[in-house]
């Protein structure tokens, strides 16, 4: 599990009570909706990815899954809403995140400031069209195209060949959310096997995923780049760089 989601998991454990209902958008790999299922949470999950509600809906018992790309799936509010690197993938973040059924909630996007971009000056593979079409900053919410002196976000102005710029924090102020905390988490192993292309990059979740052979192929690579990974991580974060997400609180009043 990455690092947004770990500190995710801390706060939930903290702020809501373990009956509390949750909703993630974009559940992915699954393995956040089982932590908060094994937690006791009511919890329900949304994914356009067919094969993974499939996987999901067969190994996690007690998690209501679903195919679908519209957060409103029911009448019924959440205490939370959890979206983890959801928002870079859409065409109008404002209008998704307008539709969370909650006041609370738990969410991550890729930190442009992130350790490798701020080596290189490029961004990994999968960080271009068609996959990600936003770059988020996080500078103070003045205006949709707004960015302070000390933004570290390079995609401003916005160009053709690029994703999109925009703060985060006026996406989830535009959204409703008045109170928006956001703070870059640490590098990790996974981080770094990140830049490794494994996977292709495409629109199409399941096009991005390793099947079959290849499925192997990846988790033996990463089973021996693990001892590695796990240095270079360390030294880079003691040499003052960050990790890969913004981690993001956010609340309705």
């Given amino acids: ?21 949750i909703l993630e958008v974009g559940f992915g790999d699954g393995s956040f909706l089982k932590s908060l299922v094994a937690a006791g949470y009511s919890v329900t999950g949304t994914e356009i990815s067919e094969s993974m509600v499939k996987w999901a809906g067969a190994e996690i018992e007690n ?23 959801v928002l870079e993938h859409v065409e109008e973040p404002i209008a ?29 593979y999968w960080d271009y069209p ?3 079409l936003w770059r988020f900053c996080c500078c103070e919410p003045l205006g949709p195209d707004y960015h302070d ?16 710029s925009m703060s985060i924090r006026w996406v989830l ?20 096997l990140r830049v490794v292309p494994i996977k292709r990059v495409s629109s199409d979740y399941d096009n991005m995923r390793p099947k079959g052979e290849n499925r192997g192929l990846v988790s033996l690579t990463k089973t021996i780049l693990s ?13 003052g760089f960050r990790g890969v997400s913004y981690y993001i609180r956010a609340q309705r009043r």
């Fill in 1 to 21: 599990m990455d690092r947004a989601k770990a500190l995710a998991l801390g706060d939930i454990f903290n702020e809501l009570d373990h009956d509390a209902s």
């Fill in 63 to 85: 998690a209501t899954v679903v195919v679908a790309d519209d957060p409103k799936i029911t009448e019924s509010e959440f205490d939370a809403v959890c979206c983890f690197e």
């Fill in 96 to 124: 998704l995140a307008a539709q969370f059924r909650a006041n609370k909630l738990y969410a991550s996007v890729p930190n442009p400031g992130r350790w490798y971009p701020a080596i290189t000056g490029k961004y990994e």
């Fill in 130 to 132: 068609p996959n990600h």
């Fill in 149 to 164: 002196t000390s933004c570290n976000n390079p995609n401003r102005p916005n160009k053709n060949d690029q994703p999109k």
């Fill in 173 to 192: 102020h535009q959204a409703g959310f008045e109170e928006v905390s956001i703070q870059g988490t640490a590098i990790d192993r996974d981080d770094i």
């Fill in 227 to 239: 001892p590695a990974t796990f240095s270079i991580a360390r030294g880079l974060s003691i040499a």
